[in-house]
């Protein structure tokens, strides 16, 4: 009686540590790892982890793209294009800064937005480069001109644009001599 006791103690002990077909440890599950158990250290057995000492700050600007570039083309020359190397346009009524294409001419004319106002002024920039508030953001403006894209520019580069008149005036390709 004491080996049958014995027995059916020490039977599943044994076949656990001979693995199980179709155990997850391997593809047809024989020969799998025993599985092991670390006992859970006492709060007097851990240990205190060092500090770690906190590193110096170091000032490194942040690198921000500029929000008006200055690309060559073929036929003008300098010009000026958004960070996509979409061409930027001016319109003739808006001298001074003051924004006349609103509402439909939005769609032909998309406005130039920024994301940062204050984006650095790339090589080959000489104006100032500004902001003026409209209904959807910041636009970008090159020597107080507002600038835009045009929606008849399938692909970076496209001048279709250039003396085009619509919408009360003539649109130009910004270039940077652009004069306020």
Same mark, same amino acid.
């Given at each position: 009686?004491? %080996?049958?006791?014995?027995?059916?103690? @020490?039977? /599943?002990?044994? @076949?656990?540590?001979? !693995?199980?077909?179709?155990?997850?440890?391997?593809?047809?599950?024989?020969? &799998?790892?025993?599985? *092991?158990?670390?006992?859970?250290?006492?709060?007097?057995? #851990? =240990? *205190?982890?060092? /500090? *770690?000492? $906190?590193?110096?700050?170091?000032?490194? +600007?942040?690198?921000?793209? +500029?929000?008006?570039?200055?690309? %060559?083309?073929?036929?003008?020359?300098?010009?000026?294009?958004?960070?996509?190397?979409?061409?930027?346009?001016?319109?003739? +009524?808006?001298?001074?800064?003051?924004?006349?294409? #609103?509402?439909?001419? $939005?769609?032909?004319?998309?406005?130039?937005? *920024?994301?940062? /106002?204050?984006?650095?002024?790339? =090589?080959?920039?000489?104006?100032?480069? !500004?902001?003026?508030?409209?209904?959807?953001?910041?636009?970008?403006?090159?020597? %107080?001109?507002?600038?835009?894209?045009?929606?008849?520019?399938?692909?970076?580069?496209?001048?279709?644009?250039?003396?085009?008149?619509?919408?009360?005036?003539?649109?130009?390709? &910004?270039?940077?001599?652009?004069?306020?």
């Amino acid at each position: 009686m004491m %080996r049958k006791a014995l027995l059916l103690i @020490l039977a /599943p002990a044994l @076949l656990a540590a001979c !693995g199980s077909p179709g155990s997850a440890a391997t593809p047809g599950g024989y020969g &799998a790892p025993a599985a *092991t158990v670390t006992p859970a250290a006492t709060p007097s057995q #851990t =240990a *205190t982890p060092a /500090p *770690t000492p $906190t590193p110096a700050p170091t000032t490194v +600007p942040p690198t921000v793209n +500029p929000g008006v570039l200055v690309a %060559r083309n073929a036929s003008l020359g300098a010009i000026l294009v958004n960070p996509q190397g979409r061409t930027l346009y001016y319109f003739v +009524p808006e001298r001074g800064g003051t924004v006349v294409c #609103t509402g439909q001419c $939005t769609s032909v004319w998309p406005p130039s937005f *920024t994301a940062n /106002p204050s984006a650095p002024v790339a =090589a080959g920039v000489s104006g100032q480069l !500004g902001v003026v508030a409209r209904a959807g953001g910041e636009q970008i403006t090159y020597n %107080r001109w507002p600038l835009y894209t045009f929606a008849g520019d399938m692909q970076a580069g496209q001048t279709n644009g250039q003396g085009v008149f619509g919408f009360g005036g003539k649109w130009f390709v &910004a270039t940077p001599n652009l004069q306020p």
